[in-house]
């Protein structure tokens, strides 16, 4: 049986790559790219391995992106708080992923909170429209920021607290077939 991933998506340079990096320190795991574009990490939450992939952007026009969304167990969707002007591509591109998947749950880090003019998440929340990603559908959204002090020192508290929540979502959360049942409820 395939394992099921962990979907780390966003647009370039939105901060993908970091913010997992973020959530393996303290764990152990390994990582390599299975494909240009492609980086695959493995981290352990509590003896249970769990796979995470992220995906570049410019991948995803000509690779089988449908079919990752379609078997992931969780979309975590990173956007670069304080880029304004690419927040509509942004929201479209989020839009465009999830319409593979409608319930896949989804994990929106409202990334790079530390940088100068950053948006909060209502404001984020606006402008990914979030109110419009499904009915059947769990959405988190967090404000993070991966800061070089914070990389140097401790595991930033709200890091391991969104961390608690993906190893419950991946865990327990929805998938296609399980939505037809009532595990989900
Ligand atoms: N100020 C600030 N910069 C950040 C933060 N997180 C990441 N960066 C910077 O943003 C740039 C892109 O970060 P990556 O993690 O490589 O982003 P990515 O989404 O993996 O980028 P690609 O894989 O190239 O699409 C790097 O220069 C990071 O140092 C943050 O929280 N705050
Ligand atoms: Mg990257």
Redesign the pocket.
């Known amino acids: 049986e395939e394992s099921k991933q962990i979907l780390v998506l966003?647009?370039?340079?939105?901060?993908?790559?970091?913010?997992?990096?973020t959530l393996a320190s303290n764990s152990s795991c390994h990582s390599m790219a299975p494909a240009p574009?492609f980086?695959a990490v493995s981290i352990d939450a509590g003896g249970r391995p769990m796979e995470f992939l992220?995906i570049?952007?410019s991948e995803l026009l000509h690779s089988s992106w449908e079919t990752h969304l379609s078997k992931g167990l969780l979309l975590i969707f990173?956007v670069?708080s304080?880029d304004h002007d690419r927040l509509p591509e942004a929201k479209k591109y989020l839009h465009q992923l999830i319409q593979a998947n409608p319930v896949i749950p989804l994990v929106v880090f409202a990334?790079?909170?530390?940088?100068e003019g950053a948006y909060h998440i209502t404001d984020i929340h606006e402008a990914l429209a979030l109110s419009e990603v499904g009915n059947d559908r769990k959405v988190f959204l967090f404000g993070?920021?991966?800061?070089?002090k914070a990389a140097s020192a401790e595991i930033p508290s709200i890091m391991e607290d969104i961390k608690d929540l993906i190893v419950h979502l991946a865990a327990n959360g929805c998938n296609q077939t399980q939505a037809h049942g009532d595990l989900c409820d």
Not at 111 to 115: C, F, S, V, W
Not at 144 to 148: L, R
């Open positions: 966003g647009l370039d340079g939105a901060g993908k790559t970091s913010v997992l990096h574009g980086n992220e570049g952007s990173v670069d304080a990334h790079k909170q530390d940088l993070t920021q991966v800061t070089e």
